[in-house]
């Protein structure tokens, strides 16, 4: 059985780095959430207003569109009973004066880069806890967040050497 209260959760990773999905996708799917993929800004709304999300975990600066304005054009877009969506900010280069601008942007939590496997899921069971959308058992999630906050610096890491031998691109 499952114990995962984000398994079947769809979480949509928007970054202009390849890479930089891949590894979020490999976090992801050891939780038993099921992950959509975008490069940019465009296809996050796209996919955003027309697939299941849950979640989506944005990159702030893309080439193009950046992750700040697809947040914003999403949360216009997805009004009613699919504003239930979260949006988790991600960026390498922010200050914590953007990051207060950018929750009136739609944006509901903000992680620096890099992610950390135990912050990003301890960010996404905060966010969705009550949220309507999400199948989970409430009382789990106090217990998890509790592991997560409690999991040493060396936690179980996961093998990177597919994705490295994958390429960057």
Same mark, same amino acid.
């Given at each position: 059985?499952?114990?995962?209260?984000?398994?079947?959760?769809?979480?949509?990773?928007?970054?202009?780095?390849?890479?930089?999905?891949?590894?979020?996708?490999?976090?992801?799917?050891?939780?038993?959430?099921?992950?959509?993929?975008?490069?940019?800004?465009?296809?996050?709304?796209?996919?955003?207003?027309?697939?299941?999300?849950?979640?989506?975990?944005?990159?702030?600066?893309?080439?193009?569109?950046?992750?700040? +304005?697809?947040?914003?054009?999403?949360? *216009?877009?997805? =009004?009613?009973? #699919?504003?239930?969506?979260?949006? /988790?900010? &991600? !960026?390498?280069?922010?200050?914590?004066?953007?990051?207060?601008?950018?929750?009136?942007?739609?944006?509901? +939590?903000?992680?620096?880069?890099?992610? *950390?496997?135990? =912050?990003?899921? #301890?960010?996404?069971?905060?966010? /969705?806890? &009550? !949220?309507?959308?999400?199948?989970?058992?409430?009382?789990?999630?106090?217990?998890?967040?509790?592991?997560? +906050?409690?999991?040493?610096?060396?936690?179980?890491?996961?093998?990177?050497?597919?994705?490295?031998?994958?390429?960057?691109?």
């Amino acid at each position: 059985p499952d114990t995962s209260p984000l398994s079947g959760m769809d979480i949509l990773v928007v970054d202009d780095e390849a890479y930089n999905r891949r590894l979020v996708r490999m976090m992801l799917e050891k939780y038993r959430c099921n992950v959509l993929e975008a490069g940019n800004g465009q296809q996050a709304i796209e996919l955003a207003l027309n697939s299941r999300v849950d979640l989506i975990l944005m990159d702030v600066l893309m080439k193009g569109m950046s992750g700040i +304005e697809a947040a914003r054009t999403i949360r *216009e877009q997805i =009004a009613g009973n #699919r504003s239930y969506i979260k949006i /988790i900010a &991600n !960026s390498a280069e922010i200050s914590n004066e953007d990051y207060k601008s950018q929750k009136i942007n739609g944006i509901d +939590e903000f992680l620096a880069k890099p992610l *950390e496997e135990s =912050a990003l899921i #301890r960010a996404i069971l905060r966010l /969705i806890k &009550n !949220s309507p959308s999400v199948n989970k058992e409430p009382e789990n999630f106090d217990l998890k967040l509790n592991t997560l +906050e409690n999991k040493s610096t060396q936690e179980a890491i996961f093998d990177l050497a597919p994705l490295i031998a994958s390429g960057k691109g």
